[in-house]
């Protein structure tokens, strides 16, 4: 009864939570909002949530086969993006819902879920995103709102709020493994050890920069995937020492070069 996740995906607690709610609110058409920093799987939860509710021709699980079909529209928020934009967004999802419902028998069972990413990008002092209060309101169709920062209680009112913080500990060696294990066949305890290493030094370096989100997750899976190329998969050999500062100055790199010295 699981959902699909496509191969190579870390199934952490924080994806799996956010593709739980994308799931459940786009079947009952209430508004959500997953707020959380970047690299907490935001947007590939929605879009993972959306191709698994794909009908009872699909290949999925016999429960998500029982599920409303999506039909997913993305909008991606600017800081130059419009009120008028908004408007028309909603009201081109909102008719197509309506072309569903009224244009077959089987139109109930399927869901317009508009995703729209990035939406703290908007400026609220320009009143912009006030355009989506009377559609949030109406729940004629399902909304996502997938965002940075949190927004004010305008739109924190009108919809089921996920938030999430940093990964955890157990979040960050799912990542890491998923990322860094996938090519050695059977995995031994040395690369086991680098991995929890890896996460433990990620996990104090914003400490040592005096800021919490001077680094996010996103930085770390990068780390890993610019890691994970210097593995000899029939060798089973790791990346050097050289291979692991080549790394740490790409993706964690201070200011000043110099500050940065092998």
């Not at 699909?58 to 991606?76: D, G, H, N």
């Not at 309506?98 to 879920?113: K, N």
């Not at 990542?175 to 890896?198: D, S, T």
């Not at 680094?215 to 210097?230: E, G, I």
């Amino acid at each position: 009864y699981r959902a699909t996740i496509p191969a190579g995906l870390a199934q952490t607690v924080t994806m799996m939570e956010n593709l739980y709610s994308v799931v459940l609110c786009a079947q009952t058409s209430l508004p959500l909002l997953i707020t959380g920093p970047p690299g907490s799987g935001k947007t590939l939860s929605f879009i993972v949530g959306c191709e698994n509710m794909s009908g009872q021709n699909s290949a999925r699980s016999v429960a998500f086969q029982q599920l409303k079909v999506a039909r997913k529209i993305m909008y991606q928020c600017s800081s130059v993006s419009t009120s008028q934009e908004v408007a028309a967004k909603f009201k081109y999802v909102r008719d197509l819902q309506l072309s569903y419902l009224q244009g077959s028998a089987d139109g109930p069972q399927h869901v317009c879920v508009l995703g729209i990413d990035e939406v703290g990008l908007a400026k609220e002092n320009r009143l912009i995103l006030k355009a989506m209060h009377d559609p949030l309101d109406r729940h004629e169709h399902s909304t996502v709102m997938l965002s940075n920062t949190t927004l004010d209680a305008a739109k924190t009112n009108r919809s089921i709020q996920l938030l999430q913080t940093q990964s955890n500990e157990f979040d960050l060696h799912q990542l890491a493994e998923g990322i860094l294990l996938q090519r050695i066949e059977k995995p031994m305890e040395a690369h086991k050890r680098f991995v929890r290493g890896l996460c433990t030094a990620y996990l104090t370096i914003n400490t040592a920069v005096g800021s919490d989100n001077w680094f996010h997750s996103r930085d770390f899976v990068f780390l890993c995937r610019y890691l994970v190329r210097s593995i000899d998969a029939t060798s089973g050999a790791f990346f050097t020492a050289q291979g692991l500062l080549a790394a740490l100055r790409r993706h964690f790199q201070t200011l000043d070069p110099a500050g940065f010295p092998a």
